[in-house]
């Protein structure tokens, strides 16, 4: 699933996308070292993988209260980590 939140500005410096990053990692309430961000032409594009779609919702929304002006492209999919449904018989 991709989102694209666009406001028409320049592209995003170096800082920005540090401190996108920092707070993806270094926030306890976000906690997520498994999401790369990479600066584009018009903006941040967010992707790797998450539990679930309400944390890829949580996480888009924090990027965007915290850097309003950043045009955010998200690329987050989802794990389906579910309980195996058959036992997995080893050769």
Not at 32 to 54: A, D
């Amino acid at each position: 699933m991709t989102e694209h939140r666009d406001v028409a500005t320049g592209p995003p410096d170096e800082y920005v996308e540090a401190e996108v990053h920092r707070l993806l990692t270094e926030d306890p309430d976000v906690a997520e070292q498994g999401i790369t961000v990479v600066r584009r032409e018009r903006g941040l594009m967010l992707y790797g993988e998450v539990e679930s779609p309400h944390r890829r919702e949580e996480i888009l929304r924090r990027v965007a209260e915290r850097f309003p002006d950043v045009p955010i492209t998200s690329d987050i999919g989802v794990i389906r980590a579910q309980a195996p449904t058959e036992i997995e018989q080893l050769p």
